[in-house]
Nanobody, 127 residues
Framework: EVQLQASGGGLVQPRGSLRLSCAAY????????MSWFREAPGKGREWVAF????????AYADGKKGQFRISRDNANKKVYLEMHDLKPEDTAVYSC????????????????????WGQGTLVTVSS
């Protein structure tokens, strides 16, 4: 079955760190850009981080560069999101999504370019 599955969420204290994983099943990551998105109550879906298919270009939402780090391991069909200095406002359901690399000219935050969305994992930042 073609799918993406996110994992690694949980309860973390403010200023803490967490690493999320996204595993791909039923297809190769080689030709896909990948992004992490999140949804918090009342905010809708928000783009967080992007990495291109080769892994040599990344982009982050305003204020997240340095705090978040996206990486990938195509051979193992995994995409990661490392999060540091977490704050309560980072609480959300985090999901990964794929974008064909043929859409390279489109803005990375354009949701309509992503053709597969994964299961979300809940991150709760609270003491």
């Amino acid at each position: 079955e073609v799918q993406l599955q996110a994992s690694g969420g949980g309860l973390v204290q403010p200023r803490g760190s967490l690493r999320l994983s996204c595993a791909a099943y039923g297809f190769s990551l080689n030709n896909y850009d990948m992004s992490w998105f999140r949804e918090a109550p009342g905010k809708g879906r928000e783009w967080v981080a992007f990495i291109n298919s080769f892994g040599d270009y990344t982009a982050y939402a305003d204020g997240k560069k340095g705090q978040f780090r996206i990486s990938r391991d195509n051979a193992n069909k995994k995409v990661y999101l490392e999060m540091h200095d977490l704050k309560p406002e980072d609480t959300a359901v985090y999901s990964c999504a794929r974008r064909p690399d043929s859409a390279w000219a489109a803005p990375v935050e354009s949701l309509d370019q992503y053709n597969l969305w994964g299961q979300g994992t809940l991150v709760t930042v609270s003491s």
